[in-house]
């Protein structure tokens, strides 16, 4: 597991992009055959990727868990952003289609993640944050998830949201997630930004083809400062800093959000012409 110690509200203003991107910004997530997880102390949350081939490769827990099993104390969220495969939790199977997605409760102690084509692998997304009771582990097929369309072909922000790890559909403790997929021709992940001081967020921006790039935008809206992207990393973002980018193309993400409040539009938004 690899750690991403955060800089603080006052630090980042002076700091390089290499040290930036260590701060915040995850190794490539997918490797075949592989799970790379990463730890960050953004809210304490943990970050993985995992790319399961011809064998299952099974949750680990780790020292710096003080953990018997990783969903000890943990809840999880995954999405699938690759070919189909299933997820046993504790001998229940749930299949999962791309975009699927499936919530990991508290106290789930045995996780096997399969692909059904080593040729065409799984690809699941994990998010995990501390956990204070037990739910239920969900499924969420992509179809079941409440989806949203926002932004205009105008302002280059036409999307579509798919929410499904919230409440109405999964009683989670704080964990929100779901994906966002802009329409083509459109550029800018969320617009106006934003940011939530009662949680922090961490997006993973996939689906962008080779060569292009998200210019991921954090700090305050006094101090922003960017940092271009490739595909299938994520980038964590403390509640003082604002959530904002845009691509040199189309593209998704998955965001997920810890924290006291579960409302998606519990936002405080910023005007553009305000960013400095």
Known sequence: MDFMFSADIRSYKTMRNDELREAFVTAPLFESGKINLTYTDVDRAVIGGITPA???????THKELAADYFCQRREAGVINIGGPGRI????????MANRDSLYIAKE???VQFYSDDTANPAKYYLVSYPAHRVTKTVHVPKSAAKFIELGSQET???RTIFQSIRPGIVDSCQLVMGITELKSGSVWNTKPPHTHFRRTEIYM???LPEGEKVFHLMGQPTEVR???LDSEVAVASPSWSIHSGAGTTNYAFVWAMGGENQEFDD???IQVSDLR
């Open 54 to 60: 011809a064998d299952a490769i099974q949750l680990p």
């Open 88 to 95: 046993e939790v504790d001998g229940a199977s749930y299949d």
């Open 108 to 110: 789930s102690q045995d």
């Open 156 to 158: 280059s922000n036409e």
């Open 205 to 207: 921006y996939f689906d």
């Open 226 to 228: 960017t940092l271009p």
């Open 267 to 269: 936002m405080d938004h």
